[in-house]
């Protein structure tokens, strides 16, 4: 998240499949507390980018879209 949030303009925003909105800030609390509380992401879990398409830019703005699959990971198989 330090990353993200170093890479990701202030006026950097989101706007989710639902259309819900979340700004940088809201987003860098929200995915810190989900990687403290799972701070492993083994094997593929985690997010998992499928397509990004960048539709235009103007001047320093992008606009893109994408669409990635967040996977929880698998509980660990327990010995016997």
Excluded: C
């Amino acid at each position: 998240m330090n990353f993200k949030n170093q890479f990701w303009p202030d006026k950097f925003f989101e706007v989710g499949r639902q259309g819900q909105i979340e700004d940088k800030a809201e987003m860098v609390k929200r995915q810190t507390a989900v990687a403290t509380a799972h701070p492993v992401s083994p094997g593929d879990s985690g997010p998992n980018p499928q397509r990004f398409t960048l539709k235009a830019v103007y001047g320093n703005v992008a606009l893109a879209t994408d669409h990635t699959v967040s996977k929880l990971p698998t509980p660990a198989a327990k010995s016997w």
